[in-house]
């Protein structure tokens, strides 16, 4: 149990285009639902964390009109990156919890999504 | 958050244990310790946590001291396969940090 999906798990785009990132929990409802991004050889660095059905909170230095996070249902949250350049280009990271129901649930984290921006 | 300090890398022989340690000494009476991995270019998969007590599962056990200020995650039968990037981070509400974690290498 708790598997979290991600898609598309590899995307190249061009400069100014948009991109969705799909996070999925395919067999627990997850109340919360965090999103990552992580450079070559360092450490995840949190973006944003949302819950079901209310606004994603972003952390200090995240453009919230750059990357817009929607969390529409208890299992699926998105990470739409706008206007996307070449220094977006990073591995994104989703996680979920809710698998227990509690204020310090484990969170379960998806394979990643490998962002190019040409 | 709290923060983690743990070393940068370390080398296990494979089929040895693997004791990987974690200093969180500013870590809150409600904050539990999570112990997380990530193989090159995957997710990072969780692995134990604990709040007080001892923990042990099918992966590894988790040993936290008393004054709940370190841990030390225990492979006890190392594999090529558990060669990755270890992740301690404290957690509170869903929430956490992440340090810069330890690379095991473990080595035939």
């Known amino acids: 149990g708790a598997v979290v999906s991600q898609h598309p798990s590899r995307v190249i785009c061009k400069s100014g285009t948009s991109v969705k990132i799909e996070c999925r929990s395919l067999?627990?409802?997850?109340?919360?639902m965090f999103w990552y991004r992580q450079f070559p050889k360092k450490s995840l660095m949190l973006m944003a964390t949302s819950n079901e059905g209310s606004k994603a909170t972003y952390e200090q230095g995240v453009e919230k009109d750059k990357f817009l996070i929607n969390h529409a249902s208890l299992t699926l949250s998105t990470l739409t990156v706008t206007s996307a350049h070449p220094e977006d280009s990073s591995f994104y990271i989703c996680s979920a919890s809710g698998l227990a129901g509690g204020p310090t649930d484990t969170q379960y984290f998806g394979p990643g999504t490998r962002l190019t921006v040409l | 958050d709290a923060k983690t300090t743990q070393p940068p890398s370390m080398d296990c022989a494979e089929g040895r244990a693997a004791n990987l340690p974690c200093n969180h000494s500013?870590?809150?009476?409600?904050?539990?310790v999570y112990w997380y991995r990530q193989i090159h270019s995957q997710g990072p998969q969780y692995i134990i946590h604990g709040l007080k007590n001892n923990e042990t599962n099918e992966m590894a056990s988790l040993i936290i001291t008393e004054d709940r200020k370190s841990s030390t995650l225990i492979l006890p039968h190392a594999t090529l396969r558990d060669t990755a990037v270890y992740y301690c981070?404290?957690?509170?509400?869903?929430?956490?940090?992440f340090g810069d974690g330890t690379t095991l290498t473990v080595k035939p």
């Open positions: 500013t870590i809150s009476g409600n904050e539990y």
């Open positions: 067999d627990f409802q997850a109340t919360t």
């Open positions: 981070i404290v957690q509170l509400a869903g929430k956490s940090t």
